[in-house]
């Protein structure tokens, strides 16, 4: 076969004209350099994390939308907080962020195999548990990877409410809901035994469960804060702490204001306790931490990891 330059002359006909037969070569040879192409680590991660959040959030997306409709499971964020859907979306943004890029390790090809298996099993919690595992061997592998180590941190983070948060719950949740009905009753004034407050009125008691519990809150808005900080490579110092802790107290008061009304009267508790008391209240939450994240944002000044 006789080449001229780096062209094979049996891709031609005698015109000159590129065959069938030399097209398909070339897009062979373009397909297998782009298969020979090493992935970075920061691409094969970032695909890891993106599949384990979508397998983690699938069952609340789903029954909302069987349950609500499309239009309704839209405006809700299909039950999954805009919080949460932000750190996920920040995970998977910042570990594509790194600076410098290197391949993927044999180690990290065994790993994502091994969660992956973990990622195909239909079950939001075991999703949520190989997350667990896939952040803590991404941070402590990822030494000269800033973007990725921070991509862990917002995935543990984005763990609280699903699972830390119930973790905690777990193990102290009866004393948290007396803790609400403590504030509650501290505001009204009226008796408080247990996760039991009195009615103002005295004619019945309201009885605090654990989705009444300000911990749910509190989680999403630890998330929330780790996330802005991490996202935007600040470390913790006592201002972020402190804003941290603002938003937390924010929250804890906005949903003990709301139990607070449901006390006044039966009339009042389905008012407050009803869709238009939760709607006012998650967007009393919501502006309350973005507020306070922005505010994190804006006067606490980057560091260099």
């Not at 994390?49 to 983690?56: C, K, P, Q, R, V």
């Not at 609340?60 to 309704?72: A, H, I, P």
């Not at 911990?215 to 808005?221: E, F």
Request: aromatic share 10%.
């Amino acid at each position: 076969m006789i080449h001229h330059g780096s062209v094979a002359m049996s891709d031609y006909d005698g015109r000159g004209v590129e065959t069938t037969a030399g097209r398909r070569t070339d897009a062979v040879r373009f397909f297998m350099s782009a298969v020979k192409a090493p992935v970075s680590r920061e691409a094969f991660f970032a695909a890891l994390l993106t599949i384990g959040f979508a397998n983690a959030l699938i069952d609340s997306c789903l029954y909302t939308v069987q349950t609500d409709g499309w239009l309704n499971a839209l405006i809700e964020t299909f039950g999954v907080s805009v919080f949460l859907w932000g750190a996920c979306v920040a995970a998977v943004i910042k570990s594509l962020k790194g600076q410098v890029s290197s391949p993927v390790r044999q180690a990290d090809l065994a790993v994502g195999a091994l969660l992956c298996l973990g990622f195909l099993v239909p079950v939001s919690l075991l999703s949520w548990a190989t997350l667990g595992a896939l952040a803590p061997y991404l941070y402590f592998s990822s030494r000269g990877s800033p973007a990725l180590k921070a991509a862990a941190i917002i995935a543990l983070a984005a763990m609280l409410p699903s699972i830390w948060g119930r973790l905690v719950f777990a193990v102290v949740g009866s004393h948290v809901l007396h803790l609400d009905a403590l504030l509650v009753g501290s505001i009204m004034g009226t008796a408080v035994i247990g996760n039991t407050v009195a009615f103002r009125e005295g004619s019945d008691v309201l009885i605090i469960y654990s989705p009444c519990s300000s911990v749910h809150n509190v989680s999403l808005a630890i998330m929330w804060l780790t996330t802005v900080v991490t996202f935007q490579d600040r470390k913790w110092n006592f201002r972020s702490v402190s804003y941290c802790l603002a938003a937390c107290a924010a929250v804890v008061a906005i949903n003990v204001c709301r139990m607070a009304v449901m006390t006044l009267s039966v009339e009042w508790y389905e008012l407050a306790h009803g869709p238009v008391g939760a709607n006012i209240a998650n967007w009393l939450n919501v502006v309350a931490i973005l507020i306070i994240g922005f505010q994190a944002m804006r006067n606490d000044a980057p560091e260099t990891r």
